[in-house]
C-alpha cells in the first residue's frame, strides 16, 4: 500500500517548477497521479475522460477506406479482418499519456510521434515513473519527442525532426487549458487563422487535427477553425467529476482538411 502523498518529482523550467505528486484516494483506494505547473493543475489521472476523446473523436474522423470506392461483393463469411495499420499521428503534449495510450489502442495508427516541451515530462515515462511509462516507451510504433510543439507547428519543416516536411493523418493537441487560456503567450499565436492554416500544411488531404480544451465550446474559436477547415465541430465530453459530486465536461474540437 503506497503512502497518502508523495512528490515522486520537482524540477525547476523554463515554463516554471513542474512537479509529479502520487496521493492515495480515498474513496476510491486507488493511486492518482497528478501534475502541477507552478501553482496550476496540468493534470490528474481521476479524470482521463476528455483527453481519452482527444483521441477517439479525431481518429474517428479518418474513414477506413475511400468512401467513394465501389462496394465489392460479400465474400462468403470468414473471420474479420482487423484494419491496416495506416495512419501516421502526431500527439502534442505528453502529460500522463492517456491521449498518446488511446492512439496505440487503434490498430490503423502505424506511427505515433508524441512532442513536448519538457525534457523532465518524458524522463518521467522513459523511467517508469508514471503508470503509462513503459507502455509508450516499450510500443516500437511510438517515438517521444522534446520540443516545442508550436513553434513546429509554425515551421515549414513540420513535426518531426528527423524527417522535414513530413505530413501526417492526425494531430492531436493537449497542451494548454483552452484556446483563451494559455500556459504561454507564444502558444495564442496558433489559435488563429495564420497559425491554423499553418498546422494545417503538416497534415495530408483529409487530415484531422483535434484539440482539447477545459472550458466550454467557444463560438469565436469554432469560428476560426471553419475559416481555415471545410468541416469542423466542437463535441462536448461529459465524465463524472467525484471531487465536486457531480459531472464535469470538456470540450474536444474537431476538424478536417479537404479530402
Known sequence: MSARFEEIDWRPTAMGDISLRRRRDPASGTDVYEVKLGDEFLMSSLFTAGEIALTELGLAELPDADPEAEPEAEPEAEPEAEPEAELDVVVGGLGLGYTAVAALDDPRVRSLTVIDTLAEVIDWHRRGLVPLGARLSSDPRCRLV????????????????????????????????????VLHPRHAALYQPA?????????HPGGVFALWSNDPPDEQFTSVLAEVFPRSAAHVVDFDNPLQGGTSTNT?????TEP
Open 146 to 181: 522534446q520540443g516545442d510543439f508550436f513553434a513546429m507547428a509554425a515551421d515549414s519543416r513540420g513535426l518531426d525532426p528527423e524527417e522535414p516536411g513530413r505530413r501526417f493523418h492526425a494531430v492531436l493537441l493537449d497542451v494548454d487549458h483552452s484556446p483563451r487560456h
Open 195 to 203: 497559425g491554423l492554416r499553418a498546422l494545417a500544411e503538416h497534415l
Open 252 to 256: 474536444v474540437y474537431v476538424a478536417r
